[in-house]
């Protein structure tokens, strides 16, 4: 029967065992309870396998530190030996657990060790790996599974447009391609858009200028956009002209911005109230950034990448759209808040990548 090291400690009415576990020690003896049409009282997740994989690079490639425990459950009796008190709420002692409380049950942390066990047939030394594992004993599969709901929805993960700025400083620190080993094309791409989302919203020529909502920032009046779409919706311009990822991010942000004052001046009465028009939040934002590399390419062609020049093909792009939607004409009331086109006020991808269509059409139009 195991014997283990370990602090009890009590929640209110609840006690859990905090310890180490070798983790050839815990993989030897545990079971996970996973739902399936023949085991409709179980609760886990199926395994996923792109977290498995993950798990093992993290392991055999990265820091591979685990810091936050395994959430096992005993559903037999444990023994605790208290041996001393370390403060007014925590004792020290050794847990025992019969032979008839085995195995361990899972409740969090399956995809670590699934991880662990893959990684160790690369690297047996990881059979050794010392895993901080917090025992709760339930004998009721239905509070076993409670603990495991709150765990996985009480929590919240990391906000998206924060995890955008990780992925900045990771670049920088790491460098683009051990990201891009790491985390994918995606990540990188991420990563070069926060600097040009920095120059627009601290600029003050910028349409943009103090209207975008950083990670943790309470929305106040000035703030017309949140980070994380802004950066999103540039991300496409790097997918669309992989070249501009190489230029600095002051010349292509000064050429964004030229594009954004033409559309500014294009629709004068959304600018000044952006809070009623939705050219400046999703709708609009993504699709005239998907639009941003066709206009440019026409401006090149025509040697003069000016903001008039943008202006220009813009005028002629929204008058064609205009014919083939149709619609009167493509103005600010097009952009409306609650009056406006529906593909102007549909959040969706869809709909967005469809007005995104109608721009390039319209642009190849103006020819």
């Given at each position: 029967?195991?014997?283990?090291?370990?602090?009890k400690?009590?929640?209110?009415?609840?006690?859990?065992?905090?310890?180490?576990?070798?983790?050839?020690?815990?993989?030897?003896?545990?079971?996970?309870?996973?739902?399936?049409?023949?085991?409709?009282?179980?609760?886990?997740?199926?395994?996923?396998?792109?977290?498995?994989?993950?798990?093992?690079?993290?392991?055999?490639?990265?820091?591979?530190?685990?810091?936050?425990?395994?959430?096992?459950?005993?559903?037999?009796?444990?023994?605790?030996?208290?041996?001393g008190?370390?403060?007014?709420?925590?004792?020290?002692?050794?847990?025992?657990?019969?032979?008839?409380?085995?195995?361990?049950?899972?409740?969090?942390?399956?995809?670590?060790?699934?991880?662990?066990?893959?990684?160790?047939?690369?690297?047996?030394?990881?059979?050794?790996?010392?895993?901080?594992?917090?025992?709760?004993?339930?004998?009721?599969?239905?509070?076993?599974?409670?603990?495991?709901?709150?765990?996985?929805?009480?929590?919240?993960?990391?906000?998206?447009?924060?995890?955008?700025?990780h992925?900045?400083?990771?670049?920088?620190?790491m460098?683009?391609?051990?990201?891009?080993v790491?985390?994918?094309?995606?990540?990188?791409?991420?990563?070069?858009?926060?600097?040009?989302?920095?120059?627009?919203?601290?600029?003050?020529?910028?349409?943009?200028?103090?209207?975008?909502?950083?990670?943790?920032?309470?929305?106040?009046?000035?703030?017309?956009?949140?980070?994380?779409?802004?950066?999103?919706?540039?991300?496409?311009?790097?997918?669309?002209?992989?070249?501009?990822?190489?230029?600095?991010?002051?010349?292509?942000?000064?050429s964004?911005?030229?594009?954004?004052?033409?559309?500014?001046?294009?629709?004068?009465?959304?600018?000044?109230?952006?809070?009623?028009?939705?050219?400046?939040k999703t709708?609009?934002?993504?699709?005239?950034?998907?639009?941003?590399?066709?206009?440019?390419?026409?401006?090149?062609?025509?040697?003069?990448?000016?903001?008039?020049?943008?202006?220009?093909?813009?005028?002629?792009?929204?008058?064609?759209?205009?014919?083939?939607?149709?619609?009167?004409?493509?103005?600010?009331?097009?952009?409306?808040?609650?009056?406006?086109?529906?593909?102007?006020?549909?959040?969706?991808?869809?709909?967005?990548?469809?007005?995104?269509?109608?721009?390039?059409?319209?642009?190849?139009?103006?020819?």
């Amino acid at each position: 029967m195991p014997v283990l090291d370990a602090f009890k400690i009590r929640q209110r009415d609840f006690t859990l065992y905090i310890t180490t576990m070798k983790a050839a020690d815990l993989l030897d003896c545990y079971k996970i309870d996973r739902w399936s049409e023949e085991n409709q009282t179980g609760y886990q997740r199926a395994l996923v396998p792109r977290r498995v994989r993950k798990a093992v690079t993290y392991l055999l490639k990265e820091e591979g530190v685990f810091p936050t425990s395994i959430l096992v459950n005993v559903r037999g009796k444990v023994d605790f030996k208290p041996k001393g008190n370390i403060d007014n709420f925590a004792e020290s002692g050794e847990l025992t657990i019969s032979e008839e409380s085995l195995p361990f049950s899972i409740v969090d942390g399956q995809h670590r060790l699934e991880g662990l066990s893959t990684a160790a047939e690369q690297d047996p030394n990881l059979m050794d790996y010392p895993l901080p594992v917090t025992i709760i004993s339930l004998p009721e599969v239905y509070n076993e599974m409670r603990q495991f709901y709150i765990v996985n929805t009480r929590q919240k993960g990391v906000p998206t447009d924060l995890v955008q700025r990780h992925l900045y400083e990771m670049s920088r620190k790491m460098g683009k391609p051990t990201l891009l080993v790491l985390e994918g094309e995606k990540a990188v791409l991420t990563a070069e858009a926060i600097p040009i989302v920095d120059l627009i919203r601290t600029d003050p020529s910028s349409p943009w200028y103090n209207g975008v909502q950083l990670p943790g920032e309470k929305k106040e009046k000035n703030h017309i956009i949140k980070q994380r779409p802004l950066a999103d919706s540039i991300t496409y311009i790097f997918k669309s002209r992989p070249s501009f990822r190489r230029k600095d991010p002051e010349e292509l942000t000064k050429s964004l911005m030229d594009y954004w004052n033409a559309i500014k001046e294009l629709f004068p009465e959304a600018f000044q109230d952006p809070k009623n028009y939705t050219i400046q939040k999703t709708p609009g934002t993504y699709s005239l950034n998907m639009t941003f590399v066709h206009v440019y390419e026409i401006c090149e062609e025509a040697n003069d990448c000016s903001k008039d020049k943008m202006k220009e093909i813009l005028s002629k792009m929204f008058e064609n759209v205009a014919a083939a939607i149709p619609v009167e004409k493509v103005d600010s009331d097009f952009w409306h808040r609650k009056e406006g086109h529906p593909l102007a006020m549909g959040t969706s991808m869809k709909f967005m990548k469809a007005l995104a269509e109608y721009f390039r059409v319209g642009l190849e139009e103006t020819g």
